[in-house]
């Protein structure tokens, strides 16, 4: 985990506490997001499977991010276990857990045409300061 901040070191103490709960380094290589939100914040949390996505979703998500919710989300991983980490066309990679730091309507206005587009913000936590 790497904080954005290259003088922060407490999110590293953190992940290093929270091997220590689960065992190992090795045990936070699975479960999901939703789990460790709960385990960190004690909170209820709710998943959304987006085969399975209802119609409201970005009302829903747009609602939870102004009221300050935590949000996360993934993708799942590859069923073949010697591509863990496989990226998808978009740069994304299957198996990898994202924080979502914005969600927001984004008013896009053309000569023929005007629109409101949902856009959802994500970031790698594992990645650097362009990801």
């Given at each position: ?21 689960n065992g190992s380094y090795e045990h936070l290589n699975s479960g999901t997001t939703s789990e460790a939100f709960q385990d960190f914040t004690g909170a209820i949390t709710k998943t959304y499977f ?82």
């Amino acid at each position: 985990m790497r904080s954005s901040e290259k003088n922060e070191f407490w999110s590293a103490l953190l992940e290093k506490a929270y091997a220590k709960l689960n065992g190992s380094y090795e045990h936070l290589n699975s479960g999901t997001t939703s789990e460790a939100f709960q385990d960190f914040t004690g909170a209820i949390t709710k998943t959304y499977f987006l085969n399975k996505v209802t119609s409201n979703l970005f009302k829903i998500m747009l609602k939870a991010y102004n009221s300050y919710s935590m949000m996360g989300c993934c993708i799942e991983a590859d069923p073949d276990p010697q591509v863990p980490e496989a990226v998808t066309p978009k740069g994304l990679i299957k198996g990898h857990a994202y924080s979502i730091t914005k969600v927001q309507f984004v008013d896009v206005k053309t000569p023929k045409s005007s629109a409101k587009i949902p856009l959802i913000r994500l970031r790698n936590p594992w990645g650097d300061e362009t990801e």
